[in-house]
Nanobody, 117 residues
Framework: QVQLVESGGGLVQAGGSLRLSCAAS????????MGWFRQAPGKERDVVAS???????TYADSVKGRFTISRDNTKNTMYLQMNSLKPEDTAIYFCAADLVGGVWSIWGQGTQVTVSS
């Protein structure tokens, strides 16, 4: 069964750091684009960062300079290092993979990140 499982969320004070992990299983994800998304209460799910199979990355403007996306293909795992966290970063964070070309076709269950002021 192909699946993604996030971990690493939690409660942190403003200015603190967290590292999220997205463990993939069921197949290799080294050749596909992967991404992190987040959804705050009452808001739409937005992309935070994505990483292409080449290693090229993109970030939402709101997290540039604070978050870093990476992947370890030997572990079939993607990461999101989040530094200088702000209360507005509070959301459920999801990882996703593009398995069919241009569509985020598989999603994890999400992990809660709460940043207190």
């Amino acid at each position: 069964q192909v699946q993604l499982v996030e971990s690493g969320g939690g409660l942190v004070q403003a200015g603190g750091s967290l590292r999220l992990s997205c463990a993939a299983s069921g197949r290799s994800f080294s050749s596909v684009r992967m991404g992190w998304f987040r959804q705050a209460p009452g808001k739409e799910r937005d992309v935070v960062a994505s990483i292409r199979r080449s290693g090229g990355v993109t970030y939402a403007d709101s997290v540039k300079g604070r978050f870093t996306i990476s992947r370890d293909n030997t572990k079939n795992t993607m990461y999101l290092q989040m530094n200088s966290l702000k209360p507005e970063d509070t959301a459920i964070y999801f990882c996703a993979a593009d398995l069919v070309g241009g569509v985020w076709s598989i999603w994890g269950q999400g992990t809660q990140v709460t940043v207190s002021s």
